[in-house]
């Protein structure tokens, strides 16, 4: 099993930055994909940032330029740096990890984090 806990959300007016922290624990040794989702009222789960293990990255069009999504793999930990954030990012940021033991795939989601960007 794998445990994923998020921190570093909250309320931030148009333009401020967060800190976005995940620490995985538990099964870990497999875990190759990490990254970020995010779910607004109403929306569909959509997919923010990835990193695998080895550093390659991948974002959302409408966060390129804005945010970066960096790991720390002798911490266990990935981040995500969002800055220039806008109402429009508002939403629950949920953390994921993809592990494959035994050849077998498996997905993994933290509880959530509240990012609120206010007018």
């Known amino acids: 099993q794998v445990q994923l806990v998020e921190s570093g959300g909250g309320l931030v007016q148009p333009g401020g930055s967060l800190r976005l922290a995940c620490v995985a624990s538990?099964?870990?040794?497999?875990?190759?994909?990490m990254g970020w989702h995010r779910q607004a009222p109403g929306k569909q789960r959509e997919l923010v940032a990835a990193?695998?293990?080895?550093?390659?990255?991948n974002y959302a069009d409408s966060v390129k330029g804005r945010f970066t999504i960096s790991r720390d793999n002798a911490k266990n930990t990935v981040y995500l740096q969002m800055n220039n954030l806008k109402p429009e990012d508002t939403a629950v940021y949920y953390c994921?990890?993809?592990?494959?033991?035994?050849?077998?795939?498996?997905?993994?989601w933290g509880q959530g984090t509240q990012v609120t960007v206010s007018s």
């Open positions: 990193i695998t293990t080895g550093g390659s990255t």
């Open positions: 538990g099964s870990i040794s497999s875990i190759n994909t």
């Open positions: 994921k990890a993809d592990r494959v033991r035994f050849g077998i795939p498996s997905t993994y």
